[in-house]
């Protein structure tokens, strides 16, 4: 049994949360001081910081993150983004060794934020198979028992057409490998209907989730979500699939957007938004009236589909900033995506762990035991500073902390 002692929830009780740590679950909570407890109980204050249901990063691209500076991306645009990638690639200066760094590198940044739970695209293409695969899988090994993952194929192009082989073998050895989930980029396909046809036919018969890279275009004349929608539908899958990004849904009008997002909710695809890289790639070829690049979030909301938001690209061709912190995110939604802190907030920890099939933490008895612990006064507050105190909780033992120290030196002081 452990108990931490002395925390606020976000409807701010003060409390204590009994945690049964052979389940990894909440088994009580109590308000604060009025714990009994017993003498081989594991007791921690929390001295009043603020307890939150961990955050998860649905999006992310471990076998990418942290390359800025060995891949630059002069152009900022998605294109250019790209283009840098596969002649880094191409030119051999991604080792796996890097890549297995870089990926450890990667999550315990997103730990120590307080992230229990990351999914992340990686490459699977012809020209460099399931190495990126191989080498994300071997440093998720090292953080065995910290942090819950899922990985997602992400294919190259082509993958409809006569010149397909290569990149669908690669995909086809990438299952064997053992990714939970199938992606692609059915809008940069020559023929997108036929290659989201492909991957429900692929994922149905390996028996795997859905998380593509949907309309990642300001264009308003690319909807390839409606399809997706269509084609769910249509052929009765059974497993989860998420969209994310969806940006050109965000340029149509009212009633498209309505509509879309209707057929969305209906079939049950989970949407992801990902501020931090839509603003930087999206919206370079319009200087006037800039469009921000994320996409309906008000329609799907609506509708009553389920919209979370994650970061994507963390310091690398697609993105050069980013802070691996959800926190960030999370006030992107509220300053670009313009939804209150507390709803922000959930869109970076329930929702995100519901897109990922995970049970939420709305601390309830047996509710997971994956928390995190910050010196913040409210929700607002925490989304607003983000302050570097945390405790991060993972089935109820402790997996990662931060302290921040801050100094204000007054010339008296000195004296
Ligand atoms: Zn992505």
Known sequence: MRVLRNARLADGRDVDVRIDTTGGTISSVVAAGSTAFDGDADVEDLGGWLLLPAMAEPH????????????????????????????AAEKGRLSYERTVERAIQAFELLLVHGVTAVRTHINVTADIGIVSVLAVQEAARAMEGLIDFQT?????????????????????????????LVGGCPNLQDDPATHISDVLALATSAGLDIDLHTDETLDASVL??????????????????????????????????????????AVGISV????????????RDDPVGTPRGLTAIEALL???????????NVQDPFNLVGRS??????????????????????????????????????????DPADVVAIDAPSVRGAVADAPMSRRVYRRGRLVASADQQTRVLRPEAER
């Not at 052929?235 to 969305?264: I, N, R, W, Y």
Request: include cysteine.
């Open 302 to 312: 609506d509708a009553g589909a389920v919209v979370a938001a994650g970061a994507d």
């Open 272 to 283: 992801i938004t990902l501020p931090q890289t839509n603003l930087f790639l999206q919206g």
């Open 224 to 265: 390839t979500l409606r399809e997706l929608a269509r084609q769910v539908s249509g052929k009765g899958f059974d497993g989860t699939v998420a969209a994310s990004h969806c940006v050109s849904l965000g340029m149509q009008p009212p009633d498209v957007q309505a509509a879309v997002a209707a057929e969305v909710a």
């Open 60 to 87: 992310a691209h471990l076998d990418k993150a942290l390359t800025a500076d060995e891949v630059p991306n002069p152009k900022g645009d998605l294109m250019g983004a790209i283009g840098a990638w596969f002649e």
């Open 325 to 366: 912190d959800p926190l960030e995110t999370a006030a992107l939604m509220v300053m670009a995506g313009h939804r209150l802190p507390d709803d922000a907030y959930g869109m970076v920890s329930n929702t995100a762990r519901q897109v990922m099939g995970l049970a939420p933490v709305n601390f309830e008895p047996g």
């Open 152 to 180: 997602v194929a992400l294919t190259g192009w082509p993958m409809t057409g006569p010149d397909r082989a290569a990149n669908v073998r690669a995909l086809e050895e990438a299952v064997e490998a053992g990714v939970d």
